[in-house]
């Protein structure tokens, strides 16, 4: 039995976390609001706020688990992909706890870390271990991860065996969600607020124009520039365009690019008959999204895992998670780690 700390701290969010094994103890989370009056994430101010957040979100992390720091059995950190100066501040705080409490130091790929949120358990009032989602998949199951800076769809082996089917060759379908809703004029990021108009429209009200590209990847800037130029059109001949459709904008930019998502996914599960397909990442939050996964799973006979809505975006459970694994399997790292921006996907 193990005691692990998780710290994520890759782009504006300051995430501390404790798990005994797999079940959560506690979840802190201080988000930065500073970026919004910027319309995206300013790293230098990131870095910053994860400097004046990264104490009191540890501590808190241990109080509400019932922990002292004694009692940490490994400390499990995001080191990448991510900003620079945010993965900084994570990885050097828990370099300094691994040394002060003389315990391993584990390096978590953050992407890795969405993934594994399916393995996040917690006690119900039985006090028994459950998934916290309800169900757990089983190995080999697909992964459709969907975040601001990545689209992948993975097969993932064993906790810690992952292979990528396919990916995104330019933008994150999180990214075309939050251009798109600066188009829109909506507030950063722009996936949430997306997703509330998208709910009072009509998802077929437009077309934009879908990419073709091969095998499982996907591509996600075309979707964009044909809804500049839309916009652009409309806006010219009437400039409250926007404001008078919005519900059906949103709607149906939502739905072109969860049909991108859906056409992939359904051809990965032919192409390697896994039925047991997950969903993860900050856009797994989508209502759109979530519904759809469950409707095509339900129509095509699919086991369909959907994480927690409090374990979509970025936290640091799904870190600590993911270094219980790798404390099973004895991979930690020695104090020369450095954090990576940009990892190729998976490695070590
Ligand atoms: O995983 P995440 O928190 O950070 C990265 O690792 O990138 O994902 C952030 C992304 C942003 O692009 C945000 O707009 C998107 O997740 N997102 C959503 C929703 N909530 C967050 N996209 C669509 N619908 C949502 N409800
Ligand atoms: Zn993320």
Redo the contacts with the bound molecule.
């Keep these: 039995m193990a005691i692990i700390l998780g710290i994520e701290s ?2 504006d ?1 300051t995430s501390a976390a404790v798990l005994q094994d797999t079940v959560l103890l506690s979840n802190v989370m201080a988000s930065q609001d500073v970026h919004k009056a910027y319309g995206g994430v300013v790293p230098e101010l990131a870095s910053r706020a994860h400097q004046q957040n990264i104490v009191p979100v540890v501590s808190e992390a241990l109080k509400k688990a019932g922990v002292g720091p004694e009692s940490i059995d490994a400390i499990a950190f995001t080191r990448g992909p ?1 900003l620079l100066g945010s993965l900084l501040v994570g990885t050097s705080f828990a370099k300094g706890l691994a040394v002060s409490q003389s315990i391993p130091l584990i390096e978590v790929n ?2 890795m870390g ?1 993934v594994l949120s399916h393995f996040i358990d917690v006690l119900n009032p039985e006090g028994e271990r459950v998934p916290a989602s309800g169900k757990r998949p089983d190995f080999p199951f697909l992964c459709l991860l ?5 689209t992948q769809i993975v097969k993932v082996k064993a906790p810690l065996d992952f292979e990528i089917l396919g990916q995104t060759i330019d933008d ?4 075309a ?2 251009k798109g ?1 600066k188009l829109l004029g909506l507030e ?5 607020p ?2 509330r108009w998208a709910k009072q429209g009509n998802p077929k009200a437009y077309q934009f124009a879908k990419p073709h590209i091969k095998a499982l990847d996907f591509s996600f800037s075309g979707v964009k520039t044909s809804f500049l130029y839309f916009l652009r059109d409309r806006v010219a001949e009437e400039p409250d365009y926007i404001a008078h459709h919005l519900p059906d904008l949103a709607a149906s930019l ?1 739905w072109t690019l969860i049909d991108i998502l859906m056409d992939k996914l359904v051809k990965a599960v032919k192409m390697t008959g896994i039925r047991q397909v997950a969903l993860a ?3 797994s ?5 979530r519904d759809r996964m469950q409707a095509e799973g339900d129509k095509r006979h699919w086991d369909v895992f959907l994480p927690p809505l409090r374990f ?3 936290n640091a459970a799904m870190i600590a998670v993911t270094g219980f694994f790798k404390w099973q399997a004895g991979q930690t790292v020695g104090l020369d780690v450095a954090p990576v921006t940009r990892t190729a996907a998976f490695a070590e």
């Design positions: 890759s782009c969010d991510g953050h992407l969405h969907v975040s601001g800076g990545h994150a379908v999180g990214e969600f939050d809703a950063y990021p722009g996936g949430p997306v997703d939502q990442g900050g856009v939050a989508n209502s759109g999204l979509t975006t970025d």
